[in-house]
């Protein structure tokens, strides 16, 4: 199987703060990857990095084998990559139509885009009915799922999503992850970062273990339940 | 000592904006980005002035009124902006200006249109320079007191600063307060040198120059606006000598280079062109009562917030000698 | 009563000008974050490239009005790729000092080149004057005031309807995340100063003719103003600061003819501080950075 996504030896740092220290990880199409790790881990930061949203010091980042790093955010979002980023970070002050049509920008086909919606608006009937609405007046659950709406509008391939439990209740946190599978089952890989490591194992195939920049395990999500330091620092067991 | 007879007067408005720039550096310090400091300046000169012209009180006593005014003003002002963002900040400073200069217009007693003058001559080049160098002991030991470490702390981030137990409010009244009092100060001198005051002087536009000099300098250490005022006063004469032109054109071109060598060094360098005391002026010249090791200013900041908390006492945040030249 | 009609009117006249600068300014603020102090020399350099064509080439308004809009244009992209585009991820006051600069440059470049006194405008337009009972109205106003509006209609249409408008609102929220899904900013950002540079050049001749004059120093107050405007209004809707332009030349008009015409450059300020120590974010609200 050919990697999806491939980053070898990423570094990123803010100064003299170095955030993620050479990151080695791979995603395949089809899979779920979950990088798990505490606040301030560096998760966020690898993602930027590969939407070139942070420069990189140093490090590859290979997409369907084409390098991303030197690309500019709006070109790497241009290669079907999308993201749901962390907190939602909807456009408030647009409505939740005009979120669903900019989510789409990259498409220039009128018809495509309606069409694209109207089977999201299928999927997703609440934000049918508030389609009109603007975007900030959503609850927060809402809000996440119009962003990752927001995100299916542009077709990726990849879908990056950061934190999307952050933030809300227990019954849409088990619903936005459901939302997860199903996603992957319509053909977009997806590589996730979270804190909430109960849920992700239990749709991830594979997940890497962030700690201080530096990933400091991986494993299938059934063998890194078994061990004790998995439980202990994220199972809360 | 050829041209001296020229180079004068210029030196002597090169260390009045200097003095003027200063006021700016410290109010900035804390994060307000004042389009006012005209106005300080102006309501120095004013106050000044018809105090040693109109009432004969002596000079020095005349200035230091003066300044106070400026201080007083400084304060209320920055109550005024206390929750506004940096640019709103700017921009209500200037509505400040804009409406004193108005107000200098229809008081027929300061002259009105045809501007205060009748003033006696009392600022020389020695007295200016004198006075600049008090200024710049008072921003250099301002630098390194705890008010000007928590006055950074307030600029980078009013939120932690007041996480960590500073008294963001007090801390902006008084660098506001300290740096129109020093504007007015530079005011008071400047009246008695040129011996006319205009509204005119007090516009935004003579504000935005102050504020020029301190970000083009440099607004991270007292010598950025020092630098900045000297270099950009002195340049546009020294470009007069060496184009010596028509007045007209001389003027356009002289201060079309000036503005293209302003877009330069913001390009160059966006955090102005001095961001730190030399090093070598560092060893020789170690902090009064500091080691000269560098620390960095978050330990700074953290030191800080420990005195802080170890003194509840947020009032003695204004530290001895800081807040009065 | 007609009186004070007249004076509404002719402040209104007045202050769609005020709007159209205002709204290029706002846009510009809105989508890039920057204080483009240079925006009104665009506006005075239209004013000149007007002159300069009205005596060299043609005494057609509309030809006059294009060609000196597209000389702003162009000024505008220059302005932006030289000294907005370097600056992008600096801290606010940076790009502010760095078009002060080239303000500065402009104002006495053009003094240079026109000298330092007002420089008389032709009356291209017809001097009409329409009269209603007591309210007299000229067409030479009617014109520039239609032309002001139309502008700020076409620059609300492309705000709300179309794809770029769109995208340069969403760029005005979220910059990164509108990036991430395929918005070139720098596009964005070149269209948005090109789009209000196209606007001040277009009222830079209305109010040149209208005042039938040019003067190298002209864009100091308009500058102000249109900063006024934005903050008074908030720059969350255009509709707003074109509202707010409009309403601040009516007021300045009956100052002037109620109180006193040297508070009339105040009013504006007066009404800044109090708006501001009321509502930080202006009345209609802000994008918060």
């Known amino acids: 199987m050919s990697a999806l996504l491939e980053v070898a030896g990423l570094e990123v740092a803010y100064g003299a703060v170095r955030a993620v220290k050479g990151v080695d990880l791979v995603l395949h199409a089809g899979e779920i990857r979950v990088i798990l790790g505490a606040n301030g881990a560096g998760k966020t930061s690898i993602l930027k990095a590969i939407f070139g949203l942070v420069k990189p010091r140093a490090g590859r980042i290979a997409f369907q084998g084409q390098e991303l790093r030197g690309l500019e955010p709006h070109e790497v979002g241009s290669r079907g990559v999308a993201w749901v980023p962390e907190g939602r970070q909807i456009w408030a002050t647009l409505t939740v139509r005009q979120n669903l049509v900019m989510g789409a920008f990259v498409n220039n086909k009128r018809a495509a885009v309606e069409r694209r919606m109207a089977e999201l608006f299928d999927r997703f009937p609440i934000l049918a009915e508030r389609r009109s609405q603007l975007a900030g007046s959503l609850s927060g659950g809402e809000q996440q799922m119009l962003a990752i709406a927001r995100a299916l509008m542009a077709e990726p391939k990849l879908l990056l999503m950061d934190e999307p439990s952050l933030g809300l209740a227990p019954l849409i946190i088990r619903r936005v992850f459901d939302l997860v599978r199903e996603i992957n089952a319509s053909g977009i890989s997806i590589l996730m970062v979270e804190q909430n490591a109960r849920q992700s194992l239990r749709v991830a195939n594979w997940a890497y273990l962030l700690e201080n920049g530096a990933i400091a395990g991986s494993g299938s999500p059934a063998a890194l339940a078994s061990t004790e330091e998995i439980r202990r620092v994220y199972l809360g067991g | 000592m050829l041209s001296l007879g020229f180079w004068e007067p210029v030196l002597i408005l090169a260390g009045l904006n200097a003095i003027i720039a200063i006021g700016v550096y410290i109010t900035l310090m804390s994060g307000q980005a004042s389009l006012a400091h005209a106005a300080f300046a102006g309501i120095g000169a004013y106050s000044a002035a018809v105090l040693t012209t109109n009432f004969h009180v002596p000079f020095p006593l005349a200035i230091l009124a003066g300044m106070s005014v400026g201080l007083v003003g400084g304060a209320l002002l920055s109550l005024v902006t206390m929750r506004m963002s940096l640019l709103v900040v700017a921009l209500t400073t200037l509505g400040f200006g804009e409406t004193m200069v108005v107000i200098a217009f229809n008081i027929e007693y300061l002259g009105g249109a045809q501007s205060f003058s009748g003033i006696p001559l009392y600022t020389s080049i020695g007295l200016v320079y004198a006075v600049l160098a008090l200024v710049l002991f008072v921003a250099w030991r301002f630098d390194h007191s705890r008010l000007g470490l928590a006055a950074r702390a307030v600029r980078d981030s009013s939120v932690t600063a007041a996480a960590m137990g500073i008294n963001v409010p007090l801390v902006r009244i008084l660098t506001f307060a300290l740096g129109g009092g020093i504007a007015a100060l530079g005011g008071g001198l400047s009246a008695h040198y040129t011996l006319v005051i205009n509204p005119g002087d007090m516009t935004f536009f003579e504000s935005f120059r102050y504020k020029l000099f301190v970000l083009t300098g440099g607004s991270y250490t007292f010598l950025g606006p020092l630098a900045g005022a000297l270099a950009l006063t002195l340049l546009p004469e020294a470009l007069r000598v060496a184009l010596a032109l028509s007045d007209v054109l001389s003027q356009s071109l002289r201060f079309m280079i000036y503005g293209i060598i302003v877009v330069l060094v913001v390009i160059w360098r966006p955090q102005g062109v001095i961001t730190r005391v030399p090093t070598g002026v560092r060893a020789r010249f170690p902090w009064p009562g500091r080691p000269a090791a560098r620390v960095s200013p978050a330990a700074k900041v953290a030191a800080l917030a420990a005195e802080s908390r170890a003194d509840r006492a947020d009032a003695s945040l204004g530290s001895p000698g800081a807040d009065r030249p | ?289």
């Open chain 3, 1 to 289: 009563m007609e009186q004070l009609i007249q004076h509404v009117i002719n402040g209104a006249m007045v202050g769609s000008t005020y709007a159209v600068v205002a709204v290029g300014f706002a846009l510009t603020f809105s989508v890039l974050r920057v204080i483009n102090v240079a925006h009104p020399e665009v506006f005075m350099l239209a004013m000149f490239t007007g002159l300069v064509v009205v005596q060299a080439l043609t005494q057609n308004f509309l030809i006059v009005l294009v060609i000196a809009a597209t000389a702003a244009l162009v000024a505008g992209l220059a302005i932006e790729r030289a000294v907005l585009r370097p600056l992008r991820r600096a801290d606010l006051l940076m790009p502010m000092i760095a078009t002060a600069g080239v303000s500065v440059f402009l104002q006495y470049g053009v003094q240079g080149v026109a000298g330092p006194d007002e420089l008389r405008f032709p009356r291209i337009l017809p001097f009409a004057p329409l009269e209603v009972g007591a309210i007299t109205v000229t067409s030479l106003q009617l014109i520039t005031f239609g032309i002001a509006v139309l502008i700020l209609l076409a620059c609300s249409f492309y705000v709300r309807r179309t794809r770029w408008g769109l995208a340069a609102r969403a760029v005005a929220e979220r910059p990164d995340i509108a990036a991430t899904f395929g918005v070139n900013v720098s596009r964005v950002a070149q269209i948005t100063v090109g789009l209000s540079s196209f606007m001040a050049g277009a009222a830079g001749v209305g109010i040149a003719v209208l005042y039938g004059s040019a003067w190298s120093f002209v864009g100091l107050l308009y500058g102000l103003k249109s900063w006024v405007c934005m903050l008074v209004a908030g720059n969350r809707h255009i509709e707003a600061v074109m509202l707010v332009g409009i309403m601040l030349g009516i007021l300045e008009a009956l100052t002037t003819a109620y109180v006193s015409s040297s508070f009339r450059d105040a009013v504006a300020f007066v009404v800044l501080i109090v708006v501001l120590y009321k509502r930080p974010d202006g009345l209609f609200g802000s994008y918060s950075y």
